[in-house]
């Protein structure tokens, strides 16, 4: 008996020591252990089953069948008509919602594509493989030959080439190559093989490509077919050894036609503060393949949905204090669409009342048979909040729970917490101020006919809705209490981000070549006094989720707390300055062109991803391809996003080279001047 105790007691010694060394949980335990019994991967994973029945491509029948899919099951779970709904937006290759033109209506019933010549051979079939169709194809019957034009989307594919009338074989993104091939060069059609890694690994493998028109193309739109990097390699090598091949593609449906985009909205009401929202999304469309991407985040906000309404259903969970609500959106232009039909639809620093999100995108990858591991994505400076460490301290919370369900795998948690990127729906929330994160895996599968069912593993996605369903759920009652302990996190997160900015600007400025070290001292400093901005205003965004006495007190004196230790920070700069030889008061102006006009935006929702180019004369678009332009789609989203009406265009090129490395002030000037060239945005002067 005493032994068991003994035993006990160095038991609990142990637990405590390690308690000690880990984050605490944020979440109440008994909660935790709640949602986790409540929520289920296995249920989640037979709604993927069940949405992979459908080809949910944007505004097409197959969308339109899961979205009445997923509100049915919502009348299922008993979501009133008033708390879900369709919202229905025209979806016809011409209608803008801001700078995003909606895609055209899509309908096709059956394609074909053989070799007919020099040999018989039926290469692919729709909809057996609903992949190998190129999405937005109009329907069309061509025999002809074909043309081999490598990528395919550069002029310089085409020279000394006749692929008028033919069939052209490419290996780059489709829209490209139809738009040159078909549009520009008159050829007939295009086939499209996977001529990558893992397309060689997997020579069956099909990728998706679509054909995506703009509105002026529309008219000029024939077909693509998408084939294995086999055929792709067959077809290859019967043209390199000169013989003569003929195809014959039929497409047979509707094609293009106007037509809608369906968003589902439900909406669990607060008690006490129902205005006020918190947001899970997840985009509901894509190839009928697309297990993970993203059925999975469809399935699981669905799973969520249905959790919270049983539990509150039993009354084993109070009513929120907020509102809970849940958007299945296509992807990016039915958000866009949403968004212009709801411009109160904004986060607490833009006035609005949408307070977090969770953006779920490919959230069921089984992580040994692909791979792979979670991506916990990070809300940008330009929306700086303390979601950024409920989310990471929710993960950490299941990482510690060891979840596996029994009908999924055994695998171990592994993820990582990284830094924003775009290229998901959490860009619409983002642009409209509200802070999201993004759950996501890393998956070698993407976007190919692999991407199937069976990857899809019940135990991951109990993993990704535990984070999601007990990040939002704690944000949407937090307590005085509980507001003050998620203040004290932050801070102790920023505690942790002072050390490694020390090691950071010694690193920088210590590391300089002589030449290069006044800018680089310049720049540290630049990075340090950004940082302590956004630090300041994560820590003070806890008083969007509760405006506790006490923890607005402690919110005023961050910022002098948190000074203390940037004015060390700063005396470290000018010391490794100092060892290197460089003596000066300052260092130089950290903007060699410095840009002194303050851009405001025009429109709403995050800026076409092919703005400014596509709508420049050649010459200026031409800049946008060269060397001299570097900055990718999360680079240039995060600019735009930082353009708030107040700030100059050096001050935020400087914020901007703090979060992502130094960039000169011609790229980002440039970039920002030719947004207001083409009138998405303007100078404030001008608008007096
Ligand atoms: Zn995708
Ligand atoms: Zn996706």
Redesign the pocket.
Known sequence: MKYTLFLLTIAIFLSTFTFAQEQRDLLNPTVRDLLNSKLDGEIAKEHVVQLTKFHRVQASPGYREAANYVLNKLREYGFSEKDAYIETFLSDGKKEYQTWQSPSGWDITSARLSIVQPEEFLLVSYPDIPMSLMTYSNPGDVTAEVAWVGNGTNDSDYVQKNVKGKFVLATGSGEDVHRLAVIKYGAKAVVNYLDEKRGRENPDMIRYTGIWPRAEELSKVTFGFNISNAHGEKLRSMLAEGKKVVLHGVVQGKGLHPSTMEVVVATIRGRQFPEEELVFTA?LD?PKECAN??ASGSAAILDIARSFKEMLKQRILPQPNRSLKFLWVP?WYGTMAYIDAHPEFAGPTSGGKIIAGINM??VGENLELLHSKMFVVKSPWSVSSCLNDVVANMASMVDKMNIQKPGGSKSQFNYRVVPFRSG?DHMMMLDRKIPTVMLSHSDYTHHTTYDTPANVDPTELQRAEMIAASSLWYLANLSASESLDLFELVKANTYQHFGEMARMVRAQITGAKIKDLPMAWSESDNALSTQFVFDVEAAKSVQHFNNDPELIKLAEQVQGHYGKRFEFLFGLTRAHAEASSYGADLGPPVNTQPDERIPERLTRGPIDLRLPWSKLPQKDAAWYEGINFSLNDSQRFEIINLIDGKRKVSEIRNIFIAEFGSTPDSVVNRFISDLVKIKVLRWKSDGK
Request: proline share 0%.
């Open positions: 985009h894509h991407d993203n992807e995108d490919m998901s």
